[in-house]
């Protein structure tokens, strides 16, 4: 069983920024792509940014493109997500995953297996 770790969440205000992290359980960390999505409040889940197993592709939302980077350390087996300029719209508990399968595009959520409990970010006007 694979678990995975979220932390770094908080409530920061606009223009601020935060660093999450995601820690998973396990090993083999290094040969999967991982993701990180997000909820807001009465939305549905929705993908955020994800990178490959080597770190060497990334692959963003459109709405944090420019904003948010995501990044992989593998000896620590580790997926972070630094967040600048947060906006009160990036409200949402965000969550990690593990991707398994490429059936769809990025943002598939059926591909992904595993998830974190969810971290939770707050971003005040």
């Known amino acids: 069983q694979v678990q995975l770790v979220e932390s770094g969440g908080g409530l920061v205000q606009a223009g601020d920024s935060l660093r999450l992290s995601c820690a998973p359980s396990?090993?083999?960390?290094?040969?999967?792509?991982m993701g990180w999505f997000r909820q807001a409040p009465g939305k549905e889940r929705e993908f955020v940014a994800g990178?490959?197993?080597?770190?060497?592709?990334?692959f963003y939302a459109g709405s944090v493109k420019g904003r948010f980077t995501i990044s992989r350390d593998n000896a620590k087996n580790t997926a972070y997500l630094q967040m600048d300029s947060l906006e009160p719209e990036d409200t949402a508990v965000y969550y990690c995953?593990?991707?398994?399968?490429?059936?769809?595009?990025?943002?598939?959520?059926?591909?992904?297996?595993?998830w974190g409990q969810g971290t939770q970010v707050t971003v005040s006007s």
């Open positions: 396990g090993r083999a960390f290094s040969v999967y792509f």
């Open positions: 995953a593990r991707r398994v399968g490429f059936r769809g595009g990025d943002s598939f959520q059926p591909d992904y297996d595993y």
């Open positions: 990178i490959s197993a080597t770190g060497s592709n990334t």
